[in-house]
């Protein structure tokens, strides 16, 4: 729907009142009403890495939600304030792992004597703790863009993975790219005593996929897949790695949200696109192609928006730039110190990746 003109011209106002004071980042997934405003726009590792590259603004205003603005927090120093527009923009995955439920998991493996050989790998959409455990034992965090180099790292320090929280994405990495068989991944549930597994499961396995994902990607199928073949001939099918095994392995193509974009960027005129991710990104891709005569479908019309990343709206994004152009600061995400220091080990050795 079209943005209200009243709105529109209020953020406008108040982020020129602020000026270099702001710094607005965007992920892929926002709404069109909210990214017209973003400085940067991303897929989560771009976000991740840009969070810092203008120190001179004492407020990033992070359209996305929770754990990439703890990330962008983790990632830039005190002086620079970061804040999320609505606090209830958390992710339904990142919540599937709790920093109780990831310690009692390293018990379990260390009670199976396997914990010394296990690197954590965990996905960015994760909470500030869990990051922090994955510093602390010798891990990296990863996401969509580099799961393949940092699994390939990890692979280098140790024998086996503990991935964490998207399975998806964890196996789709490992079968998908790296040639590993399903048979290598066992899955961690930490609803189940020891994780659902046994001793022997735990010390045959190469990966241990953390038992979460996301609600959004979790909802195509593969017969999403069959049906656009079947309803638009010639159809290239084009997924995010946070899709289930069986959708990945039946799509042509399989990557970021930045990865998606670039695709379609560099498809030719008279090409045809079902996209299996977040409806705003795929809404707003359909749109920005449909005069270059490149046809973009979504993948399942009865899979919808990720209802969290929609929570940043005009609304909010106004109260949040006005609210800072008056000197109020609001919102402000800030990870404890402690956290802070092993959260930023494992992030900093993503960034590091080759
Ligand atoms: P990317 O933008 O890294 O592809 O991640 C998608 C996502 O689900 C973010 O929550
Ligand atoms: Fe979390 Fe999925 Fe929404 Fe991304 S799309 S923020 S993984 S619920």
């Known amino acids: 729907s079209p943005s209200d003109p009243d709105l529109v011209e209020r953020a406008r106002a108040a982020?020129?009142?602020?000026?270099?004071?702001?710094?607005?980042?965007?992920?892929?997934?926002?709404?069109?009403?909210v990214i017209q405003f973003a400085d940067v726009t991303g897929d989560s590792f771009k976000l991740a890495r840009d969070a810092a590259a203008k120190p001179e603004a004492e407020y990033i205003v992070f359209c996305g939600v929770h754990f990439m603005a703890e990330s962008a927090d983790i990632l830039t120093g005190?002086?620079?304030?970061?804040?999320?527009?609505?606090?209830?923009?958390?992710?339904?995955?990142?919540?599937?792992?709790?920093?109780?439920?990831?310690?009692?998991?390293?018990?379990?493996?260390?009670?199976?004597?396997?914990?010394?050989?296990?690197?954590?790998?965990?996905?960015?959409?994760?909470?500030?703790?869990?990051?922090?455990?994955?510093?602390?034992?010798?891990?990296?965090?990863?996401?969509?863009?580099?799961?393949?180099?940092?699994?390939?790292?990890?692979?280098?320090?140790?024998?086996?993975?503990?991935?964490?929280?998207?399975?998806?994405?964890?196996?789709?990495?490992?079968?998908?790219?790296?040639?590993?068989?399903?048979?290598?991944?066992?899955?961690?549930?930490?609803?189940?005593p020891n994780g659902g597994l046994t001793v022997e499961e735990l010390r045959a396995a190469k990966m241990i996929l953390w038992r979460g994902h996301c609600s959004v990607h979790g909802r195509f199928s593969l017969d999403s897949v069959n049906d656009v073949r079947e309803r638009v001939p010639g159809v290239n099918v084009l997924v995010h790695p946070e899709c289930r095994h069986e959708v990945v392995a039946a799509a042509d193509y399989v990557g970021s949200t930045e990865y998606i974009i670039n695709t379609l960027e560099a498809a030719p005129a008279g090409s045809k696109w079902a996209i299996g991710t977040e409806l705003n990104l795929v809404r707003r891709l359909a749109n920005r192609f449909a005069d270059q005569d490149k046809e973009i479908v979504f993948l399942d019309k009865t899979v919808c928006f990720c209802s969290t990343m929609n929570r940043i709206d005009l609304p909010h994004l106004v109260w949040t730039l006005e609210s800072l152009a008056e000197g109020n600061l609001v919102n402000q995400i800030q990870v404890d110190k402690e956290t802070e220091s092993f959260a930023k080990l494992a992030l900093e050795r993503m960034l590091a990746l080759p």
């Open 78 to 192: 005190d002086e620079q304030k970061v804040v999320l527009p609505d606090l209830a923009a958390g992710c339904s995955m990142a919540d599937m792992a709790t920093a109780e439920q990831v310690a009692e998991c390293w018990d379990v493996l260390t009670e199976a004597g396997v914990a010394e050989q296990v690197v954590p790998v965990s996905y960015m959409n994760s909470s500030a703790d869990i990051k922090a455990f994955t510093g602390k034992h010798g891990g990296t965090i990863c996401t969509s863009s580099n799961a393949e180099r940092a699994l390939n790292w990890a692979f280098e320090q140790g024998e086996k993975v503990l991935f964490l929280p998207d399975q998806h994405l964890g196996r789709n990495t490992a079968v998908r790219d790296m040639g590993m068989s399903l048979d290598d991944c066992v899955l961690y549930n930490p609803h189940k």
């Open 15 to 33: 982020k020129e009142k602020l000026g270099d004071k702001v710094f607005v980042l965007g992920h892929h997934y926002q709404r069109d009403e």
